[in-house]
């Protein structure tokens, strides 16, 4: 019985140290860079990790920037070494919080909510505040938190060459979603 007790409190420090978190590593972010007239630049990523802290809105998303699919093989590899450097810079990060961020308030269609934080990209980190993003529960009760953001590439000191600068826009969009289970 003296060997059970700690098992059991091991066990329920676990779970309530648990408790208010959602997780996804799977979670899905596309950015574009196209312009009208020539090839589209578009790459999806569908390996995501997320994490939110629901009892305090804490969020932060990991990019293995290698995980960027192109249409093109030659694209892809044109942006993994020319543009992101991802040998030298592997990965994007993001972390931050989402303001005022509460569990009730959440449903099952999309809730606006703002949030404050930084994006690290190519070795520069760029503070993104008030930005929106959306959030609503999902048919299996997780939470799906969805947005939209431009960034300016000179934001991350990424250099477009002038032979292909008419082909390459310089203010990208991001999408990004991420389907988070309870942890």
Known sequence: MNRLIPIILLFFTVSIGAQGKYLTKTGTVTFEASVPSFEEVKATNNNTTAIINTKNGE??????????????????????????????????????????FSLDKVSNSNTKMTYN??????????????????????????????GELKLNVADFDIEIPKIVSNKLSREVSVIYEFQLNKK
């Open 59 to 100: 969020f932060a998303a990991l990019v293995l920037v290698k995980g960027f699919r192109f249409k093109n093989a030659l694209m892809e590899e044109h942006f993994n070494e020319n543009y992101a450097e991802s040998d030298q810079y592997p990965k994007a990060t993001f972390k931050g919080d989402i303001s005022g």
């Open 117 to 146: 934080g930084s994006l690290t990209f190519h070795g520069k980190t760029k503070a993104l505040n008030g930005e929106t993003l959306n959030v609503s529960k999902g048919s299996d009760n997780n939470l799906i938190i969805s």
